[in-house]
Nanobody, 124 residues
Framework: QVQLVESGGGLVQAGGSLRLSCAAS????????MGWFRQAPGKEREFVAV????????SYTDSVKGRFTITRDNAKNTVYLQMNSLKPDDTAVYYC?????????????????WGQGTQVTVSS
């Protein structure tokens, strides 16, 4: 069982930056691949980024490549999402999620545990 708590969301102007954190409690954080998803009002939850258990492999959705960076610190049981050059289209609730296998999944149904989400609002 893993409990996930996101933080770091807020209101930022277009072009600005935010860093999201997701703190995990429970067992064996390093056994989980960790993903970030987002959901805008009226839209489905969409994949943003994922990082492997050891942190060596990452994958991003095309719309955030070159702007967002996912990292993790297994000693601190925390995964991060550094978001730069933010755009109004990035406005959404951002969720972190844990996946119990070694792959880098992009579908929400592949994830076993979810946080409660943190709101990111980018003004134009």
């Amino acid at each position: 069982q893993v409990q996930l708590v996101e933080s770091g969301g807020g209101l930022v102007q277009a072009g600005g930056s935010l860093r999201l954190s997701c703190a995990a409690s429970g067992r064996s954080f390093s056994n989980y691949a960790m993903g970030w998803f987002r959901q805008a009002p009226g839209k489905e939850r969409e994949f943003v980024a994922v990082i492997s258990r050891g942190g060596r492999s990452t994958s991003y959705t095309d719309s955030v490549k070159g702007r967002f960076t996912i990292t993790r610190d297994n000693a601190k049981n925390t995964v991060y999402l550094q978001m730069n050059s933010l755009k109004p289209d990035d406005t959404a609730v951002y969720y972190c999620a844990a996946h119990t296998w070694a792959s880098l999944p992009r579908e929400p149904h592949d994830y076993n545990y979810w946080g409660q989400g943190t709101q990111v609002t980018v003004s134009s």
